[in-house]
């Protein structure tokens, strides 16, 4: 399975935007991006996902580089709500593609 | 709607003793993922079935584990015996349909069951 990385820990303060970089250097062509978050003592999350194009929804924008061997998450206002581990993963776009291969992903600190 | 319901949210089992941990999924969802999360770890896949059958065990430890969903009623994730080594947040995910990379699949996540084995 392609591989993600990500930094352990990131600060922002609250109010600003937060970028959350997510490096997969291996993707395949046909793996989609996708982004969970874990707040504190709860479960996933699910955020956003893409293949190509850069998209956007209530809770977020995800920006994929022309080559798609990196992405980033972006928060546009982060606030304390957002503290959380975020997770980068990649799954294939065929039909089973059901394991979610979780990271230690990034730990978004959020200064009030 | 309610969202993926577990229970217990917090379990705890002295050693050799036998866990039961309860997942119902969300309304209309009939297939259902567990996975499991070590202290300072990121969540593992552990089994995922459908209705009455198992179609992927292959993250479940070969021996004492156990997990069911039957025609009526929730999943069933059975750890017997348990060890000191079981203690862990236990994650129920559910889907409508099966999941896929593209449009439409994501998995929704219980709050956890958290198993502490004294």
């Known amino acids: 399975d392609a591989k993600t990385t990500q930094p352990n820990s990131m600060e922002s303060n609250e109010e600003e935007p937060v970028h959350l970089p997510c490096n997969h250097s291996?993707?395949?062509?046909?793996?989609?991006i996708h982004w969970y978050r874990q707040l504190p003592s709860q479960g996933p999350e699910y955020v956003i996902h893409?293949?190509?194009s850069n998209v956007n929804n209530r809770m977020a924008s995800l920006a994929i580089a022309e080559d798609r061997k990196s992405s980033t998450l972006i928060l546009h206002r982060a606030t304390l709500r957002d503290a959380a581990v975020y997770y980068c993963?990649?799954?294939?776009?065929?039909?089973?593609?059901?394991?979610?291969?979780f990271g230690k992903g990034t730990k978004l600190s959020v200064i009030p | 709607n309610a969202g993926v319901m577990q229970n217990p949210r917090h379990l705890v089992r002295r050693r050799g003793q036998e866990a039961r941990l309860r997942c119902s999924p969300m309304?209309?969802?009939?297939?259902v993922y567990w996975y499991r999360q070590l202290p300072e770890e990121g969540l593992k896949f552990m089994v995922y079935?459908?209705?009455?059958?198992?179609?992927?065990e292959s993250g479940m430890p070969k021996e004492r584990f156990s997990a069911e969903f039957p025609k009526e009623g929730p999943s069933i994730l059975r750890i017997q015996q348990v060890v000191r080594g079981d203690s862990a947040a236990y994650f129920c995910?559910?889907?409508?349909?099966?999941?896929?990379?593209?449009?439409?699949?994501?998995?929704?996540f219980g709050q956890g069951t958290r198993l502490t084995v004294v």
């Open positions: 995910a559910s889907s409508p349909t099966l999941l896929s990379g593209g449009v439409g699949t994501e998995a929704f």
């Open positions: 291996t993707i395949s062509g046909t793996d989609y």
């Open positions: 893409g293949l190509t």
């Open positions: 993963i990649l799954r294939d776009s065929g039909a089973g593609s059901y394991q979610l291969t």
């Open positions: 309304k209309g969802h009939s297939h």
């Open positions: 079935l459908q209705k009455e059958n198992i179609i992927d």
